[in-house]
Each structure stands twice: as C-alpha cells, then as structure tokens.
C-alpha cells in the first residue's frame, strides 16, 4: 500500500488572506464578506501580514525550506461557491518545501515521512444544498480564508501510519499556534491519495484520491476500503483508473466522483494582481528563534531529564496541555517527584478519568498540585500504590486533597513492626493446614497468606514489610 496526504489546515488568524473579513467560526451566513471576497468587480486582493507569518512558523516546525519568494498563481475553475472563478493558491513557487515528519507508532518504533511542500491558498465558500427543496443557497462566510495545503510524499504504507502522520501534523500545528485542528469544524481537512503494488515492486501504481475525508476513523476507514477495492481490481485483471473517489461514511465505501484532472485543466497562471511574495530574512529569524519547544524535542527532554519510556513520552507530549500538566505534577513545588512514577498516574488513572467524566485537563477535578500531592504521599510510604487508587478515587469525587482524605479515613499505611506481626501470626495461626502444606513445598501459597494479611487490615500494610516479616516467620 502507498499513501500520500494532502491536508488542508485552516490558518489561525483574525481575516482572511487576502482581505480583512472576519473568520470566526459559526457566524450568521454571508456576514463576514467583503467586496473582494465576493468576486465584485474592481477589488484587489492585499495580502495578510499574519497569515504569511503563519505558514513561515508552520514550515519551521516542519523542518522545512522556507522560500524567500514564492509567487500566488491562479488556478481557474468554476464552482457556484467560488465567486472568481478561480482560486488564489500557489502552484510552481509555494512558500515551503521539503520537510518532514517523525511518527512515533504505537510499537515504539519511529518512521520519517517526507513532507513535499505548503503552500498557501484561499477556501472557497459554502453551498447548502439543505435549507430549502428546490434551491441551493452559497454562504461566503469561507470563502477566502486563508488556508495551507499540505503535501506529503508519498511514504505512508498503513492506514495506521495515515491517522499517526494527522496526529503529528496537528499535534505540532496546534504547539504552533498555526491551526486549531478542528477536523469537525473542518479547520482541518485531508485528501487520501492510496495506490497498491506487488511486495518488493518497485515502481508505484496508479493512485486514487479520496477527497475532503473529516476524520482520523474515516481516514482509516476510507483507506482499508479503498485498498481492498484496488486489490480486488488488480487480481482480478482490471487496470486502476487515476480519479478523484468520496468516502462515504453512511455506506462505509468510496465512490467515483469524476476523473482527475491534471495540472494543465485548471490553465494556472500567476495573479496579476500581486506582486511575487518576498520574505524579510528578519522576520523568518525572528520566527524561528519564537519557536516553542516541539513535540520531538519535548519527547527527547521527558526520556533523559525523568526517564520516561518513549512511549510513555510520546502519549504526554501529544497534546501541549498534557505535556504542561506533566511537568507541573513533576516538578511540584519543591521540585523532583519521581517522573516515572508521576507519567504512570497521569497517563494512567489521571487519563482514564478524564475519559470516563468527559473532561479535559482545563476542566479536570483533580489539579496537577493536588495529584502531585497524591504521588508523594505513595512516595514516602504513607499509603499503597493500591490505597491511592481509592484515594484518587474519594479526590474525583470530592475535590478534597489527598492528605486530608488519608487521615479523615485512617488509611495510613501500617509501618509499626509489631502491629504487622500480630496480623500475621493472627493469619498463620487460623490457618494451620495452609502453613503445614507451604512447608512442605506449596511456595504459592505466600500469595494467599500476603492477600489475607491485607485482607484482615483493609489493605493498608507496607507491602514490602509485609513480604519480608512473613518470610522471617514461615522460615
Ligand atoms: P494533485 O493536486 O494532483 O492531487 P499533489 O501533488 O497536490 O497533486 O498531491 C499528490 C499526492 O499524491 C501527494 O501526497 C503524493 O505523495 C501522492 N502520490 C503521488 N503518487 C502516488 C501514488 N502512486 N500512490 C499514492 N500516492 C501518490
Ligand atoms: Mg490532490
């Protein structure tokens, strides 16, 4: 299987890229157009400073080529929502080039995918085919919009590594600042371009594109369809005709929308109306040197400053809110909790609960503080790994925080030598037979005397005590 991905990332910013209507999701149809948006004659477009900036900051976070000029051509087709009649985007010359992307798949294991170029282009507008039975109505609230086109190589050969680039991708985007990744807002959009060939083959066959594909699933879906439908094809004799396919997410198939054109159908040719785009050298360095510290690099820094696992990195750094959650229950106060231990309860309990509430970590019961208040109460002896997890449990519920519901509960681990050895010889003694049958050779059944020890005192003896006075008496 061989994929490349175009994604279409709607730029963060305030209007649009070529004239200063708002861009706010949302708004009443047709309130955020101006005169060139709508195609009226006479207007020029003038290009935004930001949205400029904004695809500079997206390549450098790519690691790619930043273009020093670039040119805007159009590109000439019709569509009732495009008022031009052609699209302000950029064809020979785009803004960026070659970068990359690291993917961390789920396995450990990392892949390089090669990003062929971005480019900056205009949306276009809205038909609403639902609002009336015999009209179809255009709202240009999007068109104009400022958006970058995103080209990879063609270096993806699952579809998990498909949903592992878009993650990446919007993962850096929104560190970034560039793109909020809204799939379902359709902030972000991606264009599935699938080929198959024979094991060791060396030469790519003909690919289809599926178009405008608004989810990671429905990227995965769409690509375990389509690649069994061009196997299908193939085996069966049948050439693969390159064209431009929907996925249709009701049926669960792709289907044939029209051939695809090629390059020399939309006639491109560069806008008359702007000047070739020269960059300052200035404003790209001052660019990079605002970078905020990328996932990669994040990653990097968890594995080596708190011994994190790699994949353990990797989940935390996904998202930059988890990523600063992490650090704050890390460093505490005082600094120095144990990174491991502080990763396991926020990947772990921390994540599931949020899960299951359906909250995030803006909106989370249980603060970094508050949890970080937790793990140090497991380090340092006062309770079990196990105990916390009903602590942990009583904080959701509760708010309170982890020390008070230790001592208003008397949970306390049981440290005092003496009391632990009463449990035991209690145990022991009640079972007689049992120490009689572990003397004998039945090892296992240490197990059964530690649970009935826990048992007898609610769970709150020092485990590691506990092991090693038991072994001391059943010698
Ligand atoms: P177009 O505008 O015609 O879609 P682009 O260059 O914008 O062309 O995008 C082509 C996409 O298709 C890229 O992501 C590229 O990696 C991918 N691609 C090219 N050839 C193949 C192929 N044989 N199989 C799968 N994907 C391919
Ligand atoms: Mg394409």
Redesign the pocket.
Same mark, same amino acid.
């Given at each position: 299987m061989?994929?490349?991905?175009?994604v279409h990332a709607q730029v963060t910013s305030h209007s649009k890229l070529f004239s200063g209507a708002a861009t706010e999701f949302g708004a009443a149809p047709n309130a955020q157009v101006s005169f060139v948006d709508a195609g009226f004659p006479g207007m020029l477009p003038v290009i935004n400073e930001i949205c400029v900036e904004q695809a500079v900051r997206t390549g450098l976070g790519l690691k790619a080529q930043i273009n020093m000029v670039s040119v805007f051509d159009r590109k000439n087709y019709f569509y009732a929502d495009l008022p031009n009649g052609y699209q302000i985007s950029q064809f020979t010359q785009p803004i960026v080039g070659k970068g990359e992307i690291l993917l961390d798949m789920a396995d450990g294991t990392t892949r390089m995918i090669g990003i062929?170029?971005l480019h900056l282009e205009q949306d276009a507008g809205k038909s609403m085919h639902d609002q009336s039975p015999n009209e179809t109505y255009v709202d240009l609230n999007r068109a104009g919009v400022a958006l970058m =086109?995103i080209?990879?190589?063609?270096?993806m050969r699952s579809g998990e590594e498909a949903g592992a680039y878009l993650k990446k991708l919007r993962a850096i985007m929104r560190y970034l600042g560039t793109c909020d990744g809204n799939m379902e807002e359709g902030s972000m959009r991606c264009?599935v371009?699938?080929?198959m060939r024979r094991v060791g083959d060396p030469v790519?066959?003909?690919?289809c594109?599926i178009k405008n594909v608004n989810s990671i699933r429905f990227v995965q879906q769409a690509i375990e369809y389509e690649s069994a439908r061009q196997v299908e094809v193939l085996e069966s004799g049948g050439v693969i005709k390159q064209e431009t396919r929907l996925w249709d997410t009701s049926k669960g198939e792709t289907r044939s929308m029209r051939s695809? =054109?090629?390059?020399h159908d939309y006639r491109y040719f560069p806008d008359p109306d702007l000047l070739p785009l020269k960059l300052d050298p200035a404003m790209v360095a001052g660019i990079k040197a605002s970078l905020p510290e990328l996932p990669d690099d994040k990653k990097a820094r968890f594995i080596s400053e708190y011994g994190l696992k790699p994949y353990d990195a990797s989940v935390l750094v996904a998202e930059r809110a988890s990523a600063e959650f992490f650090e704050k229950v890390v460093k505490g106060k005082n600094g120095g909790r144990d990174g491991k231990l502080a990763a396991n309860w926020v990947t772990g309990e921390f994540f599931a609960a949020l899960n299951k509430q359906g909250k995030t970590i803006e909106t989370s019961p249980v603060s970094a503080e508050a949890l970080g208040g937790l793990i140090d109460l497991i380090s340092n002896d006062t309770i079990s790994g196990r105990i916390a997890k009903d602590v942990f449990e009583e904080m959701l519920a509760t708010g309170k925080d982890a020390a008070a519901i230790v001592d208003e509960k008397g949970l306390k681990q049981v440290t005092d030598t003496g009391a632990i050895e009463k449990a035991i010889d209690e145990i022991l003694a009640a079972n007689g037979d049992k120490v009689a049958e572990y003397k004998s050779g039945k090892d296992k059944l240490f197990g059964f005397f530690v649970g009935q020890v826990m048992k007898a005192t609610g769970g709150k003896v020092n485990p590691a005590m506990l092991n090693e006075l038991l072994k001391k008496k059943l010698a």
């Open positions: 061989v994929i490349g991905l175009e062929t170029r =086109e080209v990879s190589e063609p270096d264009d371009n699938l080929s790519m066959g003909t690919r594109e695809k =054109e090629d390059a």
